[in-house]
């Protein structure tokens, strides 16, 4: 079994920063991708930004310039620095990371709990 586990939400001030991590731990033979979503209250889960083993990177026009996204596949983490924080940006931001258990295994989805991320003043 895989665990994803969050950290680094808060509350902070419109302009201001934060960086959100996420670890995952359990059976894990290979991580195929990483990536970080987000949930605002009446709206439907969204991509932020996703990174590739590879180290491509992909992110929401939303957040281009301001956010960055990076992965260490041999500690199993992915982090989300967020700069430049804007009240819209206010939502629950979920990892979620594409795993092999073994090598004959199918990659699967896994998602981390959640974390509050506030921008108000």
């Known amino acids: 079994q895989v665990q994803l586990v969050e950290s680094g939400g808060g509350l902070v001030q419109p302009g201001g920063s934060l960086r959100l991590s996420c670890a995952a731990s359990?059976?894990?033979?290979?991580?195929?991708?990483m990536g970080w979503y987000r949930q605002a209250p009446g709206k439907q889960r969204e991509l932020v930004a996703t990174?590739?083993?590879?180290?491509?990177?992909n992110y929401a026009d939303s957040v281009k310039g301001r956010f960055t996204i990076s992965g260490d596949n041999a500690k199993n983490t992915v982090n989300l620095q967020m700069n430049s924080l804007k009240p819209e940006d206010t939502a629950v931001y979920y990892c979620?990371?594409?795993?092999?258990?073994?090598?004959?295994?199918?990659?699967?989805?896994?998602w981390g709990q959640g974390t509050q991320v506030t921008v108000s003043s």
């Open positions: 979620n990371l594409v795993i092999k258990a073994t090598s004959g295994a199918y990659p699967r989805d896994y």
């Open positions: 359990g059976r894990i033979f290979s991580i195929a991708a």
């Open positions: 990174i590739g083993s590879g180290g491509s990177t």
